[in-house]
């Protein structure tokens, strides 16, 4: 009898534990479910535009090409999408597109704030004219850009920019070591010789094959070619064995 009275007891115990257990796991359940009710009605709010506005926008960079109208009619458009729902990489795209933009940076800061950091293009040399070399040995096209006299002209086929851009790239370290004039020009024409032009001077350097040996030459005797002519406008190394000069 007290056995039966000892399970009996035991099997109350248990049927208290599993209530207990499914009544808290509902609870539980319930607890989550609100929460998760909760954040979804948080994510459908934070989605309206009106709930999150953008209410201030900073442009950071030193811009001298890039107008204030240019970047508002990329930003602005896209402004009344809300704080949680800005595509700041459409922005940063869209602004990329504008031609003297380099480098654009777009971030979101909170409550209400997006901030732009712009890096214009800095152009080194024109190219035909139209184009101009980046720092970075890029072309890019301004529209309706006019190639400024300070900028050194490079000319050559359309298939050639790199091949030109390089050559002077190495003309200017070798011109740097040796403390010669910058160069205002340099041309590879259809027959691929180089022609490059020194401030009243115009240099003949001859075909690609004899390109290092003639530079180097010239560096090495340019100095006492000006000290004996005063007046010297035209320098030819397309000779194996000497140069012309008048």
Same mark, same amino acid.
């Given at each position: 009898m007290l056995q039966k009275n000892k399970k009996h007891a035991s099997e109350k115990i248990l049927t208290k534990q599993f209530w207990r257990f499914y009544t808290g796991l509902a609870i539980l359940l319930v607890v989550f479910g609100c929460i998760a009710v909760a954040i979804s009605n948080f994510f459908q709010y934070a989605k309206k535009p009106e709930?999150?506005?953008?209410?201030? &926008?900073?442009v950071d960079g030193h811009l001298i090409h890039t107008s204030q109208q240019e970047i508002e009619s990329v930003v602005l458009p896209i402004l009344p999408t809300g704080f949680f729902t800005l595509p700041v990489d459409t922005i940063k *795209?869209? !602004? !990329? *597109? !504008?031609?003297?933009? *380099?480098?654009v940076s777009v971030h979101r800061r909170w409550p209400d704030q997006l901030t732009i950091q712009l890096i214009e293009q800095q152009a080194l040399a024109c190219w035909e004219g139209q184009s101009l070399f980046n720092t970075r040995g890029e072309l890019f096209t301004p529209p309706a850009y006019q190639c400024s006299d300070k900028l050194v002209k490079l000319v050559g086929a359309e298939d050639q920019s790199?091949? &030109?851009w390089m050559a002077y790239e190495k003309i200017s370290a070798l011109f740097e070591k040796y403390s010669m004039p910058a160069i205002t020009q340099l041309l590879e024409d259809d027959s691929k010789n180089w022609q490059l032009s020194l401030p009243g001077v115009t240099v003949f350097l001859g075909p690609q094959v004899n390109f290092d040996r003639n530079l180097q030459r010239l560096v090495n005797i340019y100095p006492q070619l000006v000290k004996e002519n005063p007046t010297l406008t035209r320098i030819d190394m397309r000779y194996p064995m000497g140069v012309t000069v008048s």
């Open positions: 709930s999150f506005p953008i209410r201030t &926008v900073i *795209q869209k !602004l !990329l *597109q !504008l031609p003297w933009l *380099q480098s790199a091949i &030109v």
